[in-house]
């Protein structure tokens, strides 16, 4: 037999905040959530990511390591 009173209050309705706005609802142990990065604005999801190499990393490893890239064969 289950334990009584050992698990924490269930909010069906839960408000989940970003930026101060209300952006969803959802179960949780909290009644209210905030968070500061949700899916409606983060870039992945907006299509707005772009990946930058300015420090040349993937190069830097080739040379550390005496390899050559598919363009140097």
């Known amino acids: 037999m289950a334990n009584k009173d050992i698990?924490?209050?269930w909010y069906n309705n839960a408000k989940v905040y970003c930026d101060?706005?209300?952006i969803m609802t959802?179960?949780?142990?909290?009644p209210e959530l905030y968070v500061d990065i949700?899916?409606?604005?983060h870039p992945f999801f907006t299509?707005?990511?772009r990946i930058?190499?300015?420090e040349g990393r993937v190069e830097k490893?080739?040379?550390k390591y005496n390899?050559?890239?598919?363009?140097?064969k």
């Open 20 to 22: 101060g706005k209300h």
């Open 38 to 41: 949700w899916s409606g604005n």
């Open 26 to 30: 959802v179960g949780s142990t909290k």
């Open 52 to 54: 930058i190499d300015t």
């Open 61 to 63: 490893f080739m040379r």
């Open 7 to 9: 698990h924490p209050k």
């Open 67 to 72: 390899m050559q890239t598919n363009s140097n």
């Open 47 to 49: 299509g707005s990511q």
